[in-house]
């Protein structure tokens, strides 16, 4: 019995140490006063949201976050970012509380956690104008060469790691260099990305969403903006306009011409999928009921033969992959041919080619549609109305857009408010 008495302070010893490390870890408050760099993201908070620093003080080492914390440097680059740039310069408290929000991730994610591939980890950014997915919207975490973090996020933005693995009472901090922008509306993000080099772009397969003979915007346009945890296999423009002949007769059935659209999208399984989860072997059923085929070959993924030429572009209800290849329902046991450089088409081909032509951008819409009908799936019936400019041609080239509600795309609602003004002017 007396031995007990000895040996109970030994046996917890090495647990009051933890806890008294534990305590002794720095707060978050302590943490950005400490460091000069920091100046901005502290006098952003104290101002502006004592709430939530107060909430980030408070936060129990049990259940650790990681704060993307941004630099001095990158609140001074808002300015020239989308998302960012409108919320910072207007002031707009609830937009920057939004993109706080999409900084701050649950779990504890050090350099020695992350990987050579992109993990997806959700943040609490759970505001419906950029996160209608589960668990919060996604941001992804990289080691690249082993020392360099970067993460990931909305508009395919980059945000380099200038400081990581700083401890606080309730997580870790990494100092990144710009912030991360929280994903848009696949419209917007399409837009955006149709910045980048014509091999990526995807305008022509969101025009195919909006597409309709009748000037009404099809039930699918509508559902892709408002239905949470998509993932969409999108192919670039050059897949669509090498095959554009075959759409063009494809699109004159309008059963067909949605099945095969449904046929890119893969609806909940239990979130976004994201390029992590599509490992070699794993199959997915898509809208169309059909099953899709992933395969990894020589370092690069495939989608039945369609090979992914960029993953995750994230967007506010899910993720996007880039294809280089448009899938068909009608042949869902294409294999991939991993040495050529772009895959063969499973539809019939174009003797004559043109990216500048890719079909259905004249349907791009003007703006957000999010009215859709009730029903879903490929038996999905109705439409959402057009309210302003519709488009005019059928497939290719043209000044038509669709156009519906404005959600996430302003610029582009003032200016079919414009067309409309103009054309009610000419009456």
């Known amino acids: 019995m007396i031995k007990f008495y000895f040996l ?147 508009e395919s933005a980059r945000s380099t790691v200038s400081e990581a693995d700083i401890p606080f009472a309730g997580g870790v901090i990494h100092v990144i260099e710009t912030m991360v922008t929280p994903p848009t509306s696949f419209p917007a993000t399409a837009e955006i990305f149709s910045t980048a080099s014509e091999p990526f772009e995807i305008t022509s397969f969101l025009g195919a969403t909006y597409f309709s003979k009748n000037n009404t915007i099809p039930a699918l346009a509508a559902f892709l903006n408002e239905t949470s945890d998509l993932t969409i296999f999108a192919p670039n423009n050059a897949a669509l306009e090498s095959v554009a002949s075959a759409l063009e007769s494809l699109s004159d059935d309008p059963t067909a011409f949605t099945k095969l659209l449904d046929y890119h999208i893969v ?35 495939f989608v039945n033969s369609a090979r992914i030429l960029t993953p995750d572009l994230l967007i506010s209800n899910g993720v996007v992959h880039v294809l280089d290849n ?15 450089a772009t895959q063969v088409p499973v539809l019939s081909t174009n003797t004559q080619f043109a990216i500048s032509e890719a079909p259905f951008t004249t349907f791009m819409p003007w703006a957000v549609v999010t009215n859709a009908p009730p029903t879903m799936g490929s038996a999905r019936t109705g439409t959402a109305t057009a309210t302003g400019a519709v488009a005019t041609s059928t497939t290719k080239g043209g000044a038509g857009r669709a156009a519906g509600c404005a959600d996430g795309m302003p610029w582009l609602g003032l200016v079919g408010l414009a067309v409309a003004g103009l054309a009610a002017l000419l009456r």
């Not at 980030?56 to 914390?69: D, K, M, Y």
């Not at 939004?98 to 759970?126: E, R, V």
């Not at 898509?286 to 020589?298: K, N």
């Open 8 to 154: 109970a302070p030994v046996f917890y010893l090495p647990l009051l140490i933890l806890l008294c490390l534990a305590d002794s870890s720095p707060s978050f408050s302590d943490v950005l006063s400490s460091r000069k760099n920091l100046t901005t993201f502290k006098n952003t908070l104290q101002s502006d949201y004592p709430d939530l620093l107060s909430r980030l003080n408070a936060q129990s080492s049990s259940s650790p976050i990681t704060i993307l914390a941004p630099s001095d440097n990158a609140f001074a680059k808002t300015t020239y970012y989308p998302v960012l740039g409108p919320a910072f310069n207007n002031h707009d408290l609830v937009a920057i509380q939004n993109i706080l929000n999409y900084h701050i991730l649950n779990g504890s994610h050090t350099s020695k956690d992350l990987i050579t591939q992109f993990q997806f980890f959700p943040t609490w950014l759970n505001n419906a104008t950029f996160s209608n997915v589960t668990h919060g919207q996604r941001v992804g975490g990289v080691m690249q060469g082993g020392t360099d973090m970067i993460w990931t996020s909305g």
């Open 267 to 301: 609806v909940g399984q239990g979130g976004p999928i994201y390029s992590t989860n599509l490992t070699n072997g794993t199959t997915l059923r898509t809208l169309a009921g059909e099953t899709l085929s992933i395969s990894i070959v020589a370092n690069s993924r």
């Open 326 to 340: 448009v899938l068909s329902p009608d042949d869902t046991a294409a294999v991939p041919q991993p040495t050529r």
